[in-house]
């Protein structure tokens, strides 16, 4: 009884790759990479976009100044206060038909207030965009941390499947050795078999010899 080397099995053992955990965290660097830099582009953005807003309201201001109704009209907007400003804008405009005030005497807002004003504006925007920021951070984390568990889950599985080759190989290389150990005692057999069959052929051939003879 012989058993096949491992180069006449009919199975094929395929090694598998150790850089496939190494792929998978390049590819986990690779997406956090590109959302960390997603949020800084963004934050770019917005800072050159504030940048061009804070030039574009000074030169705006001292270009253009602005009334005190129309600064009053839109404090009250800004503030959602619509039964206020229509009230304000009906008794404004009834005081300039009478003729009690006259367009162009309710003066202008100093730069100051509407300076003022537009930084608040700004602020305002920037605590949105710090929202919108925070909120793709926390998302970028989560989806970090979601390829770290499937990242750790694959390194087991890897893991586990190593083990289990390695076990197979242990448990081939012990049946050969044990199968080779049944050699010599088969060989032993089959020769005692063969001289016992020549030993009765003779006995036979002796006994029909005796029966001739008689």
Same mark, same amino acid.
């Given at each position: 009884?012989?058993?096949?080397?491992?180069?006449?099995?009919?199975?094929?053992?395929?090694?598998?790759?150790?850089?496939?955990?190494?792929?998978?965290? !390049?590819?986990?660097?690779?997406? =956090?990479? %590109?959302? @960390?830099?997603?949020?800084?582009?963004? +934050?770019?953005? $917005?800072?050159?976009?504030?940048?061009?807003?804070?030039?574009?309201?000074?030169?705006?201001?001292?270009?253009?100044?602005?009334?005190?109704?129309?600064?009053?009209?839109?404090?009250?907007?800004?503030?959602?206060?619509?039964?206020?400003?229509?009230?304000f804008q009906t008794e404004w405009y009834e005081l300039i038909e009478r003729g009690v005030i006259a367009v162009g005497d309710a003066g202008l807002v100093?730069?100051?207030?509407?300076?003022?004003?537009?930084? !608040?504006?700004?602020?305002?925007? =920037?605590? %949105?965009? @710090?929202?919108?920021?925070?909120?793709? +951070?926390?998302? $970028?984390?989560?989806?970090?941390?979601?390829?770290?568990?499937?990242?750790?889950?694959?390194?087991?599985?890897?893991?586990?499947?190593?083990?289990?080759?390695?076990?197979?190989?242990?448990?081939?290389?012990?049946?050969?050795?044990?199968?080779?150990?049944?050699?010599?005692?088969?060989?032993?057999?089959?020769?005692?078999?063969?001289?016992?069959?020549?030993?009765?052929?003779?006995?036979?051939?002796?006994?029909?010899?005796?029966?001739?003879?008689?």
């Open positions: 009884l012989t058993i096949a080397d491992d180069s006449q099995d009919d199975y094929q053992y395929e090694e598998i790759p150790t850089d496939d955990e190494f792929s998978l965290e !390049e590819e986990d660097d690779e997406d =956090l990479s %590109k959302a @960390l830099q997603t949020i800084q582009e963004q +934050a770019e953005d $917005a800072r050159i976009l504030t940048l061009q807003s804070v030039l574009t309201s000074e030169k705006s201001v001292a270009e253009i100044p602005e009334a005190i109704d129309d600064f009053f009209c839109n404090f009250l907007v800004r503030l959602g206060m619509s039964r206020t400003l229509d009230c100093p730069a100051v207030y509407t300076r003022n004003q537009q930084l !608040e504006d700004e602020n305002m925007q =920037l605590r %949105k965009d @710090l929202e919108n920021y925070k909120l793709a +951070a926390n998302k $970028a984390k989560e989806a970090f941390l979601k390829m770290q568990k499937e990242r750790d889950f694959h390194r087991m599985h890897h893991k586990r499947v190593l083990q289990e080759k390695a076990k197979l190989i242990s448990d081939i290389k012990r049946l050969k050795a044990h199968y080779a150990s049944y050699e010599p005692v088969l060989k032993q057999l089959t020769e005692k078999y063969q001289t016992l069959l020549r030993q009765k052929t003779l006995t036979s051939l002796e006994r029909d010899r005796a029966v001739e003879q008689v």
